[in-house]
């Protein structure tokens, strides 16, 4: 059985702290997810590939992402995101 959603056509702000690549790539797959937009045409818009999109929403470790996380933990800095989701979907 499906079970049938109505949206109050809310805006919800959501704001994480980003501690490493992974969390990094799961924000930014939520935010375009939110925004209808597939892998495809988030490379198209920004010139990458989709294996780009893809590896950065997984949050795969590369030297640049590791250093920068390893700089930000050392300095004490932290790092955080922002997005709205829209159209909350409620029972």
């Known amino acids: 059985m499906r079970r049938r959603y109505r ?10 702290k980003i501690s490493n690549s ?3 790539g799961q924000v930014i797959q939520q935010s375009r ?7 495809r045409e988030l490379a198209g818009i ?5 294996k780009w999109i893809w590896e950065m929403e997984q949050g795969k470790p590369g030297l640049l992402m ?7 933990k050392k300095t004490g800095v932290t790092l955080s995101a922002e997005f709205e989701a829209e159209d909350v979907p409620v029972k």
Do not use: P
């Open 46 to 50: 920004l010139g990458v590939s989709q």
């Open 33 to 39: 997810m939110q925004k209808g937009l597939s892998q």
């Open 22 to 24: 992974y969390v990094l």
């Open 7 to 16: 949206s109050l056509g809310l805006k919800m702000k959501i704001t994480t």
């Open 66 to 72: 590791d250093r920068l996380f390893m700089i930000l």
